[in-house]
């Protein structure tokens, strides 16, 4: 787009992006109204545009191109903007990062969004999340080769140890002291946007996997548990704000413990089974 001070590639969510280049060309132009792109878009309706971009319609996508050029887009910008539009209406945490990786090709939105996209590759990687911990085991070793032997989840190779090691000295989340030995930047990992909370989506489903393989193991070496319960919303929310307070005890704990040996990962899942009944308030 030439001339605009909207740039394409700083958006995850189309509709922000469209909001925003709509605004812009109506501040130039008072026919750029949602009767002018609906017009363009050939929609009887002239408010499913308004619907689309308030999240209550999906936007199809042989409509997504012509609203591109409607506003203006190069050829690039158009094929983005289409891929964007699926990116942003897909609701599996799986196909979202299948055109997450597709989005990424482009360099001008690798450029705007590389410390997410570098959060997103930490958290939907076993192996660097696995990597990130082990540093603080006393048995560690720098050695790809002796780590690969160690892992208990897939069959690693010494080449995806060390592009795991190499990628979180990267972006910073490992670095190496005077005497080399690599140590965590910080000790403990904050996420952010819709980039990184894909990823944690991402880190879950991997987790996930790797406990229903821990069931294999010795009791002695895992502990899992669960119960099915009847709660109300209030009670739920009890459970939830206890749950907080535990986590915390257990970092307090891990940040005491000097003597780590193992890497061990703790899941825990509240869901709901059936539907809540809505009052007729609701």
Known sequence: MKDSKVNLFDYMDFRSFVKDRMDELRSRDGKFSFRYFSNKLGLRSKSHLNMVLD???RLR???ARPLALALGLSREETAHFCLLVEYTQAKGAEEKAALLRKLRRKGGFREVHDLSLHQFDYLADPLQVTLREWVFCSNFRNDPKRLARDVRFGKPTTKSISKARDALLRVGL???DESGALIQA???HQTGDDVSHLGLKMFYK???R????ALELDGSQRHLGGMTMAVSQKGFARI???YQEFVDDVRDIVDDDDEADTVMQMLFALYPLTKAE???DE
């Open 206 to 208: 991997n987790a996930f």
């Open 240 to 242: 939830r704000e206890r």
């Open 186 to 188: 910080e000790k403990h």
């Open 278 to 280: 809505q009052t007729e």
């Open 210 to 213: 790797q406990a229903d393989k």
């Open 61 to 63: 996508q042989d409509l």
């Open 55 to 57: 999240g209550q319609r």
């Open 174 to 176: 490992l670095v190496q």
